[in-house]
C-alpha cells in the first residue's frame, strides 16, 4: 500500500471508530410545577388544565431552544420565566408570602458542562429570579447573592425591577391570612397598593389543589441540549408563612438543584429544610456517579426512602446527559411534564399517569 493510501486508510479508520463512539444525541427537557397535596378530588377541572396549559407552553419553549441547537441553560431559563410569570406556581407572580406577608423568592441553575452554579435567596425586586440567578453565574465572581444586595446586583447587570406588589397574589395572600388564623398567628396587614380585596371574600379554590392542603409549588427544569450538556434550574417563593429571611433547598447547589455532565441534572421540590439536610440532588447524582444505580432507582431511593426515613416530602426531576430520564415523588401529586425530541409530550399531576 503506497503511503498515501496508508494515511487515508488511517484517517477513515480513526473517523470512523470516533464516529461509532459519538453517541446519538436527541435533546430532552423535564420540568415540575412543585409535588404535595395534589389530588384528583379536590383539583377542580379549571385550575387542572389551567396548570397542564402553563406547563406545556412552558416545556415547549425550553424544546424551541433546544431544537435549535440551543444550551441546556438557555432552555431552562427561558421555561422557568414562564412558570414564574404564571400566577399558578409557588415562583414569581404566584408565590407564597412570608409571615410578614412578604413575597422573598430563591433561585438556581447550574450547568453541568463545567459546574459553574448561580443562585440568589431571599429576592424581592426581581421580576425573574432565574435570570438573577444565571446573572449571578456568568457576570459575578461569586456563586450565591442574597437579599439586597442580590436586587441591587440585578438592577446593576439590567435586570427588570419591580414594585414587590407586582407578585400580589390574592389567592395565596388569602391562603397565608387563613393559615395564621389556624395557627393563632398574628396577620399581618394587607400589602400596600395590593388591590381591594374581593367581595366576598374569594372561594374556596386555591391556585393548587385545596386550599389548606400543604402546596409546594416549586418550579424546576433539566435540560439536555444537542451538545450532550446539562443544565438544571428551580425558582420558588418557597413555603409559605415562612419566617422572614428563611431560605429553603431551592437555591443551594446539591440540596434542591444540581447539574454534571458525568452524573445528571435534578430539580428537587418539597419541604425544602429535609432536602438541604439530605443534600437530595447531588445525592440522587451521585448515586448514579459512584453505585452505578439506573436515574429511576437513584431517584426512587433518595425520595422514597431516604427522604421518607427523615419523614421528609416532595419530589425530583432529573436527567442524564445519556437522556435517561427519570421522576418520582413521595407526594399526593407532582405537577411535572417531559419532552424528548421525536417524542410525545408527557404532562401529568396525579400518580396514576405516566
Ligand atoms: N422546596 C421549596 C422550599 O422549601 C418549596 C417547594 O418545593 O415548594 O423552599
Same mark, same amino acid.
Request: net charge negative; glycine share 12%.
Given at each position: ?14 473517523? =470512523? ?5 459519538? #453517541? ?26 389551567? +396548570?397542564?396549559?402553563?406547563?406545556? $407552553? ?33 415562583? !414569581? ?24 452554579? !448561580?443562585? %440568589? ?7 425573574? @429570579? ?10 459575578? #465572581? ?54 381591594? *380585596?374581593?367581595? @366576598? ?9 385545596? #386550599? ?22 428551580? =425558582?420558588?417563593?418557597?413555603? $409559605? ?29 418539597? %419541604? ?12 440522587? +447524582? ?9 436515574? $429511576? ?53 396525579? *400518580?396514576?399517569? #405516566?
Amino acid at each position: 500500500m503506497s503511503k498515501t493510501r496508508q494515511i487515508v486508510v488511517g484517517i477513515l479508520t480513526f473517523a =470512523s471508530i470516533v464516529g461509532a463512539q459519538e #453517541p446519538a444525541r436527541h435533546w430532552a427537557i423535564e420540568l415540575h410545577g412543585g409535588a404535595g397535596d395534589i389530588q384528583r378530588a379536590t383539583m377542580d377541572a379549571k385550575t387542572d388544565a389551567a +396548570c397542564r396549559a402553563v406547563l406545556t $407552553q412552558a416545556i415547549q419553549a425550553g424544546a424551541a431552544v433546544l431544537s435549535k441547537g440551543g444550551s441546556s441553560l438557555d432552555a431552562v431559563e427561558s421555561a422557568i420565566r414562564i412558570l414564574e410569570d404564571s400566577t399558578l406556581f409557588d415562583a !414569581g407572580r404566584g408565590a407564597v408570602f412570608n409571615a410578614e406577608g412578604k413575597n422573598e423568592f430563591d433561585a438556581a441553575i447550574m450547568d453541568g458542562s463545567n459546574q459553574q452554579a !448561580g443562585a %440568589v435567596a431571599a429576592v424581592t425586586r426581581t421580576r425573574h @429570579p432565574i435570570s438573577l440567578a444565571r446573572a449571578v453565574m456568568e457576570k459575578s #465572581p461569586h456563586v450565591m447573592l442574597v437579599g439586597e444586595g442580590a436586587d441591587t446586583f440585578a438592577a446593576e447587570v439590567g435586570l427588570e425591577q419591580v414594585d414587590p406588589v407586582f407578585f400580589f397574589n390574592e389567592s395565596q395572600w388569602q391562603a397565608l391570612v387563613r393559615q395564621l388564623k389556624r395557627e393563632g398567628r398574628p396577620v399581618p396587614p394587607r400589602p400596600v397598593g395590593a388591590p381591594p *380585596p374581593p367581595s @366576598p371574600a374569594p372561594g374556596t379554590v386555591s391556585a393548587v389543589g385545596s #386550599p389548606e392542603a400543604h402546596r409546594f409549588g416549586t418550579v424546576g427544569v433539566v435540560a439536555l441540549d444537542l451538545h450532550g450538556n446539562l443544565a438544571a434550574g428551580t =425558582s420558588t417563593g418557597g413555603s $409559605q408563612a415562612k419566617h422572614p429571611g428563611r431560605v429553603g433547598d431551592s437555591p443551594i447547589i446539591g440540596a434542591g438543584t444540581y447539574a454534571s455532565n458525568s452524573s445528571c441534572a435534578v430539580s428537587a421540590t418539597g %419541604v425544602g429544610e429535609y432536602f438541604i439536610r439530605l443534600g437530595v440532588a447531588r445525592e440522587v +447524582c451521585n448515586l448514579v456517579r459512584f453505585k452505578g444505580l439506573s436515574l $429511576q432507582q437513584a431517584a426512587d431511593q433518595v425520595i422514597g426512602t431516604e427522604l421518607v426515613a427523615l419523614h421528609g416530602e416532595g419530589g425530583v426531576i432529573a436527567l442524564t446527559s445519556n437522556g435517561e430520564l427519570a421522576w418520582t415523588f413521595n407526594t399526593h401529586g407532582m405537577f411535572r411534564a417531559r419532552l424528548v425530541e421525536g417524542d410525545k409530550l408527557i404532562v401529568a399531576i396525579y *400518580p396514576d399517569e #405516566p
